[in-house]
């Protein structure tokens, strides 16, 4: 079925461009354009649309108070806001789920829509819409990454460049350089510079651990056993690992070996968030977990309605990490719910999440879906040194 998505913005010249530049879409999308907040409240009266993506200054109704009132009314749409300017006040899930900067680069502007449509589900979930609906706001992507993304990517960039701008960041820089010292990464000897670690790693990994040591610095200790940073940190760097490990020996391309060190760095980085946003309820998970025996997720399910999976992978759609390593922390606990029936990054990280809470050397995976690996032949599959 084709997805509707519904433009606004009252110069009809940027709404032209938009219809030339996209016209490549029209077998999968069906595009409708609006000039104004009214007619596109009068187009959504009349069908639903996947993505609604308007302008954020328009005479009258203007973006804001035209998607906040979209947001109450087609809950289920995705909300994207077009801006020059983009203002972080907004917050990133008070009325919009993406922002994109005008004007829009045509090729960016196909692939967040492509995103938006592929994280609708999870997205316009209810129970996990009204939960970040009590947050004011949900961390930003870190600039610091967003630097490093855009040397990257830049013709000219260059990794030497990478490790300057990371090295002015004192408080990166030492935490990362403890990182690559530490038994996780197996470094060959003392690594006492950005530069050798960077070169060591390399981009991807880099990258990867930039976005952990982001979330987890912003974020304050807690004192609950089941939330605990500390042992989520080394857990999170530990996964991340074994994916990797399983995800090289599988013979992956370099792209989902990437992929799967990524997302198993931060598969639990919803913990972070519902623990430094909701404290009161993650007592009370502990306690249901303590007392029932029950799995952390089953707890957090029926207290808040939602998990921390679901939550980790909705903010990492906003950052904009790949939909299969989105998909990947959604369903880390539970892969038999995707839709993913392929042996990629959602099983190596379920594996490698499995593999690490096992207590050292019990015979049994602790949390694993038998049934799914067995679905995907890889049920007594083993991997070396994970
Ligand atoms: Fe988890
Ligand atoms: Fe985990």
Not at 354 to 359: D, G, I, Q, V
């Amino acid at each position: 079925m084709k997805k509707k998505i519904l433009f606004v913005d009252d110069e009809p010249g940027v709404l032209d461009y938009l219809r030339r530049t996209l016209r490549s879409k029209r077998a999968e999308w069906e595009m409708e354009f609006a000039g104004s907040g009214p007619e596109a409240l009068a187009l959504m009266a009349a069908k639903p649309y996947d993505v609604v993506a308007a302008d954020m200054r328009m005479p009258g109704m203007d973006g804001p108070v035209l998607l906040g009132r979209v947001k109450e009314l087609h809950p289920r749409s995705v909300r994207i806001f077009l801006a020059e300017e983009v203002d972080k006040d907004l917050g990133a899930i008070g009325l919009a789920h993406y922002f994109l900067r005008k004007p829009c680069e045509p090729g960016e502007l196909k692939s967040m829509i492509e995103r938006a449509c592929s994280m609708r589900a999870l997205l316009t979930d209810p129970s996990l819409v009204e939960l970040l609906s009590r947050i004011d706001s949900l961390p930003s992507l870190p600039s610091l990454y967003q630097e490093v993304v855009r040397e990257a990517q830049s013709p000219d960039g260059s990794l030497a460049r990478v490790g300057d701008i990371i090295s002015k960041d004192v408080g990166m820089s030492a935490k990362l350089l403890q990182v690559v010292n530490s038994a996780f990464f197996g470094s060959p000897g003392e690594v006492s510079s950005i530069m050798r670690a960077v070169n060591l790693l390399g981009l991807e990994n880099i990258k990867a651990l930039i976005l952990t040591i982001k979330i987890f610095t912003c974020s304050h200790s807690a004192n609950l056993s089941c939330y605990s940073l500390a042992s989520l940190w080394g857990h999170s760097i530990a996964v991340g690992m074994i994916a990797r490990g399983i995800a090289t020996q599988e013979g992956f391309s370099q792209n989902r070996i990437d992929e799967a060190l990524m997302a198993g760095m931060l598969h639990d980085v919803g913990k972070v968030i519902l623990m430094e946003k909701f404290p009161g309820e993650c007592r009370k998970i502990c306690e249901l977990v303590k007392s029932r025996g029950c799995e952390l997720f089953e707890a957090e399910q029926k207290i808040l309605g939602t998990t921390h999976a679901r939550v980790g992978a909705y903010l990492m759609g906003l950052w904009g990490l790949s939909e299969s390593a989105v998909e990947a922390i959604a369903f880390h606990h539970c892969p038999r719910n995707s839709t993913d029936e392929s042996f990629g990054t959602l099983a190596v990280v379920h594996l490698a999440n499995a593999e690490e809470h096992s207590e050292g050397g019990a015979k049994q995976r602790r949390g694993v879906d038998a049934e799914y690996l067995k679905k995907l032949g890889i049920g007594d599959r083993k991997w070396g040194g994970v």
